[in-house]
């Protein structure tokens, strides 16, 4: 029986004079689902690729199956199924011929090709070049999982796309997870794709991991905006004193929008004295949790952690 | 080995084949359609012969050569340099393509995700490189025996089973050497520059050497030096060094290509 599906020891990789991840050690176990949470450029598909044997580690081991990945050991891989977040395939060919190359590398028929084609609603004639960034990544998530793998790593698998496909992309991984108790290993800075499924986070930063704990653990510190708006002017400064309440803003005569760190139940009860006219509670941003998370390590976060865009 | 990995390579490259494979074959024809006529005029070849100077004879790689065979028809006017050329670039390009230009387009991570050993993808691809130096040879020495036996030239096979075996040498040197460049480097465009540079660059030691005593040592630098097809054709036969350098050539760098692809980053 394996013990850890996903390891690391240590784990260290730099490119030349720069950092990748610097002495990152983790581990995940069989059915745990886990979320890989930093901002870009954090180190997150540094670590992928060390997992994946597509980078050697600078020092330190990782591990996959309790085996110790080696650049051209590939007994363990057809046990994975990887989404990068920018799929790379060859653009002259149809999503069929990326299907039975895959399957002829990995030597064994799709065991849930026609079943992902059908509810990814993917045509699979039609050439790469032709497919829309949305309908690649069906594409990459369909020959992730058409052969049921045992783990599934996920490179911020939606990132770019629209709110739907993220939507039904997500769908059938969590039916995954529920249906087959696959182990998931997902990257992501966008917390309520972690918040969805994962059961276990570790947040990187700037190549450490400065953080291990549970997904309920970590979100409940995280900070929610509550933005009310009433049939009648109110001021701000009357709801600052409310339990749970870190700040309020006025945003117009009738609108206030309150940071909520704690007690978020208590909170919006006491915010709802008067009649409402709208009410929106929001997840604190990345940038935000990273902000209140290393401010309660006595930490600042550095302004470059939460760029969007670039590798990671 | 992975057979699928050698026919999605060939793919890729399907179209490209098939026009260098139609390229050479009509090159091949047209010269041997051309000899004849040549040939039959003594007169003209005097007058070539007498035209060219020596410097511009060794530009064709032609110094001490005859017009007036088949090899030494051939060679100038097609095997020497232009052919050597067309076939070089045709595998340095695959070559690039191979390895540095998969990882530049990402790709290579579809294949290095799947359950094959570096070892199989690195082998695999050179075997594609080798299928497609068969086919490019085979156009080429194909159609110089079918048109030679159309236009009454004497074509000996043997002479061409050797033109063959050589050739296939000489692509895969230049090949392999590609290959070898395309593990290290992180774009193709970068492994077609620096062999194309070489490939002109030994042309022109090849030159130099040729037009004068002084400077002979350089042609020993240049594969081009190595490379007899008049000789091959006309006497069927090839030096010892020409099996030698091409050879190990053909062996050693992509031996090299492997072992750097089997540690090397993989990652656009």
Redesign the interface.
């Known amino acids: 029986m394996t013990e850890t599906v996903v390891r690391c020891e240590q784990l260290t990789r730099r490119y030349g004079k720069s950092r990748g991840v610097e002495d990152l050690s983790f581990e995940v176990r069989p059915g745990q689902v886990f979320g890989f949470l930093g901002p870009n450029g954090a180190g997150k598909t540094t670590t992928i ?1 060390c997992l ?5 580690a600078t020092s330190g081991k990782a591990f996959l199956f309790d085996h110790e990945v080696k ?8 046990r ?1 199924g ?1 989404v ?1 977040g ?1 799929v ?3 653009p ?2 149809t999503g069929q011929w ?1 299907i039975d ?2 399957s ?4 064994t028929p799709p065991k849930s090709e026609g079943e992902l084609i059908e509810r990814l609603s993917f045509d699979p004639t039609r050439r790469v070049k032709e497919l829309s960034k949305g309908n690649r990544q069906k594409l990459a998530l369909i ?1 992730a999982l058409m052969h049921d793998p045992e783990l599934l790593v996920l490179d911020e698998p939606t990132s770019g796309l629209d709110p739907i496909i993220q939507q039904v992309i997500f769908d059938i991984i969590a039916e995954r997870i529920e249906r087959d108790g696959t182990t998931v290993f997902l990257s992501s800075h966008i917390l309520s794709e972690v918040e969805r499924v994962c059961d276990r986070v570790g947040v990187i930063r700037e190549g450490r991991l400065v953080a291990e704990e549970s997904t309920a653990d970590i979100i409940a510190k995280a900070i929610r905006t509550v933005r009310v708006t009433y049939d009648e002017p109110v001021r701000a400064d009357a709801y600052s004193a409310i339990p749970g309440i870190d700040s309020v803003v006025q945003i117009d005569s009738r609108t206030i929008a309150a940071k909520v760190v704690s007690d978020l139940d208590g909170a919006v009860h006491a915010l709802l004295d008067r009649p409402i006219h709208d009410l929106q509670v929001t997840h604190a941003s990345l940038e935000e949790i990273f902000f209140q998370y290393y401010a309660s390590n006595g930490e600042a976060p550095a302004a470059s952690v939460v760029e969007e865009g670039g590798a990671s | 080995m ?1 057979w ?2 050698v026919m ?1 390579t060939l ?2 490259r399907r179209t490209s084949l098939m026009w260098y494979a139609i390229g050479l074959a009509t090159y091949s024809w047209f010269i041997v359609w051309y000899f004849p006529q040549f040939a039959g005029n003594q007169e003209l070849m005097a007058q070539i012969e007498k035209m060219f100077s020596q410097e511009m004879m060794a530009a064709f790689g032609a110094s001490g050569m005859s017009f007036s065979s088949l090899g030494g028809f051939l060679g100038v006017e097609y095997l020497n340099i232009f052919w050597v050329l067309i076939v070089g670039f045709a595998v340095i390009i695959l070559a690039g393509k191979s390895i540095a230009g998969d990882i530049e ?3 290579m ?12 993808v690195a082998f695999s691809r050179y075997v594609a490189l080798v299928v497609y130096a068969i086919v490019i040879n085979l156009a080429t020495v194909i159609p110089i025996s079918v048109a030679g036996a159309l236009y009454d030239v004497e074509v000996p096979t043997d002479a061409m089973l050797l033109l063959f075996a050589v050739g296939m040498l000489v692509t895969l040197a230049i090949g392999g050497f590609a290959y070898a460049l395309s593990a290290f480097s992180h774009g193709s465009g970068r492994v077609s520059a620096v062999c194309g540079g070489l490939l002109g660059a030994m042309w022109l030691a090849d030159f130099i050497s040729n037009v004068n005593k002084n400077t002979e040592f350089l042609g020993k630098l240049s594969l081009f030096h190595y490379w007899k097809p008049a000789t091959i054709i006309d006497q069927v036969t090839a030096p010892a060094s020409t099996w030698w350098v091409f050879g190990i050539a053909a062996v050693v760098f992509p031996a090299i290509a492997i072992w750097q692809f ?2 090397r ?4």
């Open positions: 690729r994946l044997g597509l980078l050697p650049l051209n050991d590939a007994s363990d891989r057809g994975i990887y990068p920018d790379a395939l060859y002259t060919e990326m190359y895959v002829s590398l990995r030597g020959v | 992975s699928s990995i999605a793919r890729q387009a990402g790709t991570e579809v294949t290095l995700t799947q359950p094959v050993s570096r070892f199989t089997m540690r980053d993989v990652a656009a």
